[in-house]
């Protein structure tokens, strides 16, 4: 393994790596869509990320795995019409953002109570 490869590894399992992995990614995924983007890594690494604010699971940075867990960090769009701006993202886990595909009714409860209050960073 060549020593560019080696920092790139080293930067990705950091916090700031990763986040800044997971910008490319949405950038790209906008870019595809056709959404609004004007999201930046100093943005993204203010945003509050230690919890996930519907589910109130940890999230785990840099767990190091290629394979998304329920803990997992997810960039979530509030409005999925507005795109990712900035107001219209925040921090969730893996399994909140999926759950807007097979949650309980529970579940998609909390979403709504989240949504509702306006906590947006």
Known sequence: MNT???????????????IATLLSRARRRAEASGLAFDLDLDYLMALPSET???LSLPLSWCAGSKI???DSP???KIDPALGYVKGNVAWVSWRANRIKND???LEHELIA???????VG
């Open 4 to 18: 560019n490869t080696i920092n790139t590894q080293k930067y990705r399992a950091t916090k700031r790596g990763h």
């Open 52 to 54: 996930c604010p519907v």
């Open 68 to 70: 998304r867990a329920e």
């Open 74 to 76: 997810s960039l979530d």
């Open 103 to 105: 949650g309980t009714a």
């Open 113 to 119: 109570r989240w949504i509702h209050t306006g906590s």
